[in-house]
T-cell receptor
Framework: GESVGLHLPTLSVQEGDNSIINCAYSNSASDYFIWYKQESGKGPQFIID?????DKRQGQRVTVLLNKTVKHLSLQIAATQPGDSAVYFCADKLWGGSYIPTFGRGTSLIVHP | SAVISQKPSRDICQRGTSLTIQCQVDSQVTMMFWYRQQPGQSLTLIATANQGSEATYESGFVIDKFPISRPNLTFSTLTVSNMSPEDSSIYLC????????FGQGTRLTVV
């Protein structure tokens, strides 16, 4: 499959700040996008997803924005907490298909108290 | 959702030996996926394991190196054979194709 890349490998923020993690995808056919959080020593955990018929989706303290024109995805974390420190991966795939998600490289978020 | 138990959680192995990683799911699933995550890298799919048929391997991965078993709909094993230091990685099993659920991973160090 085509690759999904992330712009920044490491992001350091202060506790309480808002964090923005970016992702660029290359497969213009992808219509489903997922963000995962991977804490040290654990497997990736689903955070939030968005389908291509939406530009924005909000969860608890997290918002995902999708710009299909430039094939860009971002994850915004409000009031970042030390527990948010982890590696964040985006993934893209075709909704409902048998295709396996393609994972990006990952961004390490470090939250300083 | 699915709960996935993977073991061992970590191991240190001598080069040339083999390690079998087990993955148990709390529900029946058609497909199980095995990933490798090299240090500081993202997840790379090794193979898809279907019950009752041979696993489907991705480019760069072969059955002789990574034999997979899928004896029933809740269990799978991945063996890393004839290990070298380059096999040092985290190995993850996963289920689900829309929302993927992962085990906690097996951190393998080959010395």
């Amino acid at each position: 499959g085509e690759s999904v890349g992330l712009h920044l490998p490491t992001l350091s923020v202060q506790e309480g700040d808002n964090s923005i993690i970016n992702c660029a995808y290359s497969n213009s056919a992808s219509d489903y996008f997922i963000w995962y959080k991977q804490e040290s020593g654990k497997g990736p955990q689903f955070i939030i997803d968005i389908r291509s018929n939406m530009d924005k989706r909000q969860g608890q303290r997290v918002t995902v924005l999708l710009n299909k024109t430039v094939k860009h995805l971002s994850l915004q974390i409000a009031a970042t907490q030390p527990g948010d420190s982890a590696v964040y991966f985006c993934a893209d795939k075709l909704w409902g298909g048998s295709y396996i998600p393609t994972f990006g490289r990952g961004t390490s978020l470090i939250v300083h108290p | 959702s699915a709960v996935i138990s993977q073991k061992p959680s970590r191991d240190i192995c001598q080069r040339g030996t083999s390690l079998t990683i087990q993955c148990q799911v709390d529900s029946q699933v058609t497909m199980m996926f095995w990933y490798r995550q090299q240090p500081g890298q993202s997840l790379t799919l090794i193979a898809t394991a279907n019950q009752g048929s041979e696993a489907t391997y991705e480019s760069g991965f072969v059955i002789d190196k990574f034999p997979i078993s899928r004896p029933n709909l809740t269990f799978s094993t991945l063996t890393v054979s004839n290990m070298s230091p380059e096999d040092s990685s985290i190995y993850l099993c996963s289920v689900g194709q829309t929302e993927a659920f992962f085990g906690q991973g097996t951190r393998l160090t080959v010395v």
